[in-house]
Antibody
Framework: QLQLQESGPGLVKPSETLSLTCIVSGDSISSGSYYWAWIRQPPGKGLEWIGN???????YYKPSLRGRVTISVDTSKNQFSLKLNSVTAADTATYYC????????????WGQGTMVTVSS | QSVLTQPPSASGTPGQRVTISCSGSSSNIGSNTVNWYQQLPGTAPKLLIY???QRPSGVPDRFSGSKSGTSASLAISGLQSEDEADYYCASWDDSPNDLYVFGTGTKVTVL
């Protein structure tokens, strides 16, 4: 059974870099043609797509975050990661990693989410 | 600010049918498929409908999706107390935006 688990610091200082990892178990990140994703949700607000990555390294990013965001994959560890630099309070959110049902946008498997607060 | 507009709230009594709308444009719903997600309080979202009207395995047939032009709808028939949740539509938005957009979200309350 596929499981995704986000990990990383729960508190990041303004202007620093937010780094999260999604550990995948129950399936190989290299199997299929999935584009694995990061999605976030500010407290009390809606969902926001951050970007996707294929195990080959091909990525898609939300245009407004491009330049600050990097999603990478480590097939040897069966995980993928998110780095968001120059964070501000607006980046405070619950961050989810997800895998689509097929292809790249029908997110059927989700991690439980990890809350990241940007504060000094 | 999302380009997919949903009503902030909807409600019904147990057994009723509730419909949630999702209004977009030619660059998103008008030219791409729509997915729907259910988010119960304090939990991760769950894929409810994909490709406009397809249900993933395990999703009850009380949930149905449709799309027409630049709008989409999610219907919940035979409303149950456990359906009380937030619901989001989502679709790809074509160039020049090139991003996956979620709707503004609808809170469904079971009276």
């Amino acid at each position: 059974q596929l499981q995704l688990q986000e990990s990383g610091p729960g508190l990041v200082k303004p202007s620093e870099t937010l780094s999260l990892t999604c550990i995948v178990s129950g399936d190989s990140i290299s199997s299929g043609s999935y584009y694995w994703a990061w999605i976030r949700q500010p407290p009390g607000k809606g969902l926001e797509w951050i970007g996707n990555i294929h195990y080959t390294g091909s990525t898609y990013y939300k245009p407004s975050l491009r330049g600050r965001v990097t999603i990478s994959v480590d097939t040897s560890k069966n995980q993928f990661s998110l780095k968001l630099n120059s964070v501000t309070a607006a980046d405070t959110a619950t961050y989810y990693c997800a895998r689509p049902l097929r292809g790249w946008l029908q997110f059927s498997s989700w991690g439980q989410g990890t809350m990241v607060t940007v504060s000094s | 600010q999302s380009v997919l507009t949903q009503p902030p709230s909807a409600s019904g009594t147990p057994g009723q049918r509730v419909t949630i709308s999702c209004s977009g444009s030619s660059s998103n719903i008008g030219s791409n498929t729509v997915n729907w997600y259910q988010q119960l309080p304090g939990t991760a979202p769950k894929l409810l409908i994909y490709s406009n009207d397809q249900r993933p395995s395990g999703v009850p047939d009380r949930f149905s999706g449709s799309k027409s032009g630049t709008s989409a709808s999610l219907a919940i028939s035979g409303l149950q107390s456990e359906d009380e949740a937030d619901y989001y539509c989502a679709s790809w938005d074509d160039s020049p935006n090139d991003l996956y957009v979620f709707g503004t979200g609808t809170k469904v309350t079971v009276l």
